[in-house]
């Protein structure tokens, strides 16, 4: 059995799901272990799993379990945190180890940026990995470029390049091994994403192009860019809150402007640090390019407002905004209120499910 490990900042779940998505299309018996849960050939182990990546020993049985029945692949998110835990999931015999990005602004759940990089450095340069992967074009690539590595990206200098020929809010064309294809999947995070997992297949020789292209018309991706139509309105629901730029500038591109709204809730911490603030206001500065901001309260936070003008917005005058605690009411208000060449961008860490089931039934009974 094949071992695919991915690991990154961000992207790791979404290249799980088009590796793994991909090699059942191509009826192969493969194993998966996400946050998104831990899932065997299209049937579910266990849904929504609360950590990226599994203990070591649990790991272990389960995948001794994917062998006994006949799993060619498995494929296992390796999270930074799983290193600083001390486990040794970035051990076991690996084929494939790709990196899908690297920013060390996100390091909340690590003493400081150097630990959060020396944990993802122990899992590229783990002894029994065979084959690691990177990004050519990532903003801190050089400090992983003394890895033996193969490269993948746009640029015409890596192993592996992907060209992006379109990018619309109906999907991507996309060209790679000089076969141009479409994808439903959105914006240039998806294209990277896409690029990532058209490498790790070449690199494990599973790769069929003309297959591919067909598949890749209907990926589907939970959470991260997830776009539904309720009542001929575009809605794209979102968990990357803290990449609020990621999202919003790839939006952006394909909508030639700045024409969205946007539903929005904080996140809270335990503990309000120097790096929670200036997260809150980085957020806050792609936050104010929309057209305006549904404020809600998931979690019914009784600060949500306070937080939200003081720490994201800064601006106490700030006027574009209109608090509605309750997501199903500031979900139809924002649907009314939408203009025809407006879309409406959600975003949700942990309620992203709660969003898609309102908008649902909002479809259904339109």
């Known amino acids: 059995m094949k071992l695919i490990g991915i690991t990154g900042s961000c992207g790791k779940t979404s290249v799980a799901e088009i590796i793994y998505q991909y090699l059942l299309y191509c009826k192969k018996s493969v194993s998966m272990y996400t946050s998104n849960g831990l899932f065997v050939n ?53 084929d494939v180890v790709i990196l899908t990005s690297f920013f060390s602004t996100l390091h909340n759940h690590f003493k400081n940026k150097e630990e959060y990089l020396a944990c993802k450095r122990n899992i590229l340069l783990a002894p029994n990995v065979g084959k690691v992967l990177i990004r050519y074009e990532n903003e801190e690539y050089s400090k992983f470029s003394d890895i033996n590595h193969i490269t993948y990206g746009y640029s015409g200098d890596a192993n592996h390049r992907i060209s992006v020929l379109d990018n619309k809010m109906d999907g991507l064309t996309l060209s790679f091994l000089g076969i141009m294809f479409q994808t439903n999947l959105i914006t240039a995070y998806h294209a990277r994403n896409i690029a990532a997992a058209l490498a790790t297949l070449f690199e494990l020789d599973v790769l069929d192009m003309k297959l591919f292209s067909e598949f890749a018309k209907d990926i589907k991706i939970r959470g991260r860019f997830e776009k ?10 979102d968990t990357g809150l803290a990449g609020a730029v990621i999202t919003l500038v790839g939006i952006e591109k394909p909508l030639d402007s700045t024409n969205y709204r946007i539903i929005f809730s904080n996140v809270h911490y335990k503990e309000v640090n120097e790096w929670v603030l200036s997260s809150r206001e980085r957020v806050g500065r792609y936050l104010k390019r929309g057209n305006y901001i549904y404020l809600t309260s998931p979690t019914n936070n009784p600060c949500e407002e306070e937080v939200f003008i003081q720490d994201v917005i800064k601006e106490n005058n700030y006027s574009k905004y209109k608090f509605i605690p309750r997501l199903e009411e500031a979900c139809k208000k924002a649907l009314k209120e939408l203009n025809p060449n407006e879309i409406l961008i959600v975003f949700s860490r942990n309620h992203y499910r709660e969003y898609r089931r309102i908008f649902e039934e909002i479809n259904a009974i339109e």
């Not at 539904?228 to 629901?237: E, Y």
């Open 42 to 94: 299209g049937l579910t182990k266990q849904k929504d799993y609360p950590q990226t990546t599994m203990y070591r020993k649990d790991l272990d049985v389960n995948l001794l379990d994917d062998a006994n029945s006949g799993c060619e692949f498995a494929i296992v998110e390796i999270a930074a945190e799983s290193i600083k835990r001390r486990d040794t999931v970035h051990k076991l015999k690996f």
């Open 228 to 237: 539904v139509v309720v009542g001929g309105k575009t809605v794209v629901i």
